[in-house]
């Protein structure tokens, strides 16, 4: 896995459509297109039809979704005898695609057990269905990839896998673009678009939710609170960077010595890794530097934004130990379970908070706000566990079911990480990973709300790298 192959594996499968219970997934189609992540052109293409063991697995439900029949792959390779070149191009790079975390990276893995071989890792793994949803917002109404070449007048989703993937890296770029003009000038752009007027959300069936009422990252703030703009000009809804993006499609792992365990323990320089490089260690954070403001939000709505040096303040903790195990007893409006874990704090830290809490509570005041404020910072005089922060894992809404975006990595050793790919969004599945007692580097953005008059600031994980250790037995559970 080294620096040759720094190329972007843009991949996509098409399946057949299991028809009952327990029947799995069959390859159909591979396509994949290998980009250079600077200038973001193809440097190579594959594409292939898969015929399956079994043909009877291609239902008429699976023409009707790809329109892939069985005279159509009758006479194409079996998925063995394209393994290696699946394996060769998808081995040792970063992989991107639009909701492969949740369906083809597994759809690869199964394919590959199917055939008792190995199957290819990854070196970085770039979702754009999450990475669009937190970047872009909600103005393509429910992200698929259908909705956002509608958005921006790309033509119709065909659902064949080449097709899909150059569509899905022209809408990156459409994406990209319209967020790098939006930083540019955000108090003249960003406050008439965050909601297009012609995104399109979609309805539950069972009245349950709808996208267009989902909470992404953080409670609906007041929509009485009418004020004068205090709007610095890099204080944009969703910050945006070029050099981010690069970075994030650069991703790779980068080694760090870990030291002994201190909460919340930090070194001087924040690690490059997958585009954080934004986010700064408690102790290269300048107090004087910190300030808030409002920022435009969700149809005309404010929102407190915490900046450090007029741009989004983002932190990165190291060696942080869980306290309590994830938490899923709250729910939003929607119904989707808030997601969250208690860490313990460390001194450095919490002088940050302590800091950005006067600072967001005053302005919540001046601004009309009657709101109970609620520290982040949690203490119990006496209690040697204390002080302690709650971290929260944002959740989308994707189909029938809710995902974490939240990037989640595994540290075996001081030198191996690896981006963990869960076989499906289960909750039950997370907290076998995150427990009390574990140890976590957290990477994470301050989030204001003011909802049922319960005011404050908000630690959204952005990324989280769980360190394994053999001898982690315990468990402890929030009462």
């Known amino acids: 896995m080294g620096d040759e192959r720094l190329e972007v594996a843009f991949f996509d499968v098409e399946t057949t459509v299991p028809t009952r219970p327990g029947q799995g997934f069959s390859i159909l189609e591979f396509g994949a297109i290998l980009v250079c992540p600077r200038k973001l052109v193809e440097q190579e293409v594959y594409s292939t039809f898969v015929r399956p063991t079994d043909l009877s697995l291609i239902s008429t439900l699976s023409v009707r ?7 159509e792959i009758i006479s194409s390779p079996t998925f063995d005898e394209i393994a290696d070149k699946v394996y060769d191009i998808l081995h040792g790079r970063i992989w991107a695609g639009h909701n492969i975390l949740k369906f083809d990276c597994h759809r690869i893995r199964e394919a590959f057990a199917g055939i008792n071989r190995p199957a290819p890792e990854p070196k970085g793994i770039i979702d754009t269905l999450a990475l669009l949803t937190r970047r872009f917002g909600r103005r393509a109404g429910d992200m698929k990839m259908a909705s956002l070449a509608t958005y921006f007048g790309l033509g119709r989703q065909t659902h064949r896998s080449l097709d899909d993937v150059r ?8 994406c990209s673009t319209v967020l790098f003009l939006e930083s540019s000038l955000p108090d003249i752009f960003i406050e ?12 539950r069936s069972n009245g349950r939710a709808s996208l267009e009422k989902l909470d992404f990252s953080a409670d609906t703030p007041s929509t009485s609170i009418k004020i004068e703009s205090l709007v610095k000009s890099t204080a944009e809804i969703i910050p945006f960077n070029m050099d981010e993006l690069e970075e994030s499609l650069l991703s790779d792992v980068i080694e760090d010595e870990s030291g002994s365990y201190s909460p919340g323990s930090s070194t001087t320089a924040t690690e ?14 300048s107090i004087p530097s910190i300030s808030v403001s409002l920022a435009p939000f969700f149809r005309g709505s404010q929102k407190i934004k915490v900046l450090h040096d007029n741009g989004e303040l983002q932190v990165c903790c190291r060696q942080m130990k869980v306290r309590f195990d994830i938490s899923k007893k709250y729910v939003d409006k929607a119904g989707l379970p808030r997601l969250s874990f208690v860490v313990d704090a460390s001194s450095d830290l ?12 005053k302005l919540s005041v001046d601004s009309g706000s009657s709101s ?3 520290p982040v910072v949690t203490r119990k005089p006496g209690f040697k566990n204390y002080p302690t922060v709650r971290l929260n894992l944002p959740t989308v809404i994707d189909g029938n079911t809710f995902c974490w975006t939240t990037e989640i990595y595994q540290k075996e050793s001081s030198t191996t990480r690896k981006p963990v790919i869960f076989s499906k969004f289960d909750v039950e599945e997370l907290e076998s990973l995150i427990k009390a007692g574990s140890i976590v580097d957290a990477y994470f ?9 319960n005011a404050g600031i908000r630690l959204v994980a952005s990324k989280l790298i769980v360190h394994q250790f053999p001898d982690l037995t315990c468990s402890r559970t929030e009462t």
């Open 65 to 71: 979704r790809n329109g892939i029949n069985r005279e």
């Open 167 to 174: 569509m899905n890296l022209e809408v990156l770029k459409y």
């Open 192 to 203: 008439n678009s965050w909601v297009s007027p012609n995104a399109t959300t979609r309805s």
């Open 272 to 285: 490059s890794f997958i585009g954080y490089t934004d986010f700064l260690e408690p102790n290269g954070i």
């Open 350 to 361: 919490c002088k940050i908070l302590d800091v950005v809490d006067d600072y967001a509570q």
């Open 372 to 374: 109970e404020w609620r």
């Open 445 to 453: 953005s301050m989030d204001s709300y003011d909802v049922q008059q």
